[in-house]
C-alpha cells in the first residue's frame, strides 16, 4: 500500500482547506485511514479516522466540529475537509493507513503501518 498526501496550502484564519489521501495497492474501502499533524516542536498528534465502511469516524476534540474525513471509492481517497481553520491547525499533516477495519487504539501511531509523505497546512493570523 502507498500513500500519497496532497491539498495542503496557506489560508487565512476561519478559512477551508480539503486535504486528500490517495491509495495505490490496495481499496480504500479495505483501508482505514486515518489523518495526523504535526507542528515543529511537537510530537505528531491523532486528527481523524474513517473505517472500511465509512461509516465509523473519530476526531480529536480540537478539530471535532469543524473537520470532515470522508472517502471517495471511485478516485480511491480519503480526503480530509477543514472549515474554520484556526493558526494552531498549522502543522504537517500525515495520512495514514492500516488494513483492518477499525483499529481498536485508532489514535495511536503504532496502529498503522502504511504512511504518506506529508502535506503542510499554514493558516495565518
Known amino acids: 500500500v502507498q500513500l500519497q498526501a496532497s491539498g495542503g496550502g496557506l489560508v487565512q484564519a476561519g478559512g477551508s482547506l480539503t486535504l486528500s489521501c490517495a491509495a495505490s495497492?490496495?481499496?480504500?474501502?479495505?483501508?482505514?485511514i486515518a489523518w495526523f499533524r504535526q507542528s515543529p516542536g511537537k510530537e505528531r498528534e491523532f486528527v481523524a479516522v474513517?473505517?472500511?465502511?465509512?461509516?465509523?469516524?473519530n476526531y480529536a476534540d480540537s478539530v471535532k466540529g469543524r473537520f470532515t474525513i470522508s472517502r471517495d471509492t471511485v478516485k480511491n481517497t480519503a480526503d480530509l475537509r477543514m472549515n474554520s481553520l484556526k493558526p494552531e491547525d498549522t502543522a504537517l499533516y500525515y495520512c495514514?493507513?492500516?488494513?483492518?477495519?477499525?483499529?481498536?487504539?485508532?489514535?495511536?501511531?503504532?496502529?498503522?503501518?502504511?504512511w504518506g509523505q506529508g502535506t503542510q497546512v499554514t493558516v495565518s493570523s
Open positions: 495497492g490496495r481499496a480504500i474501502s479495505r483501508l482505514s
Open positions: 495514514a493507513a492500516d488494513e483492518t477495519y477499525f483499529p481498536t487504539e485508532y489514535y495511536r501511531e503504532r496502529s498503522y503501518d502504511h
Open positions: 474513517i473505517s472500511w465502511s465509512g461509516y465509523n469516524t
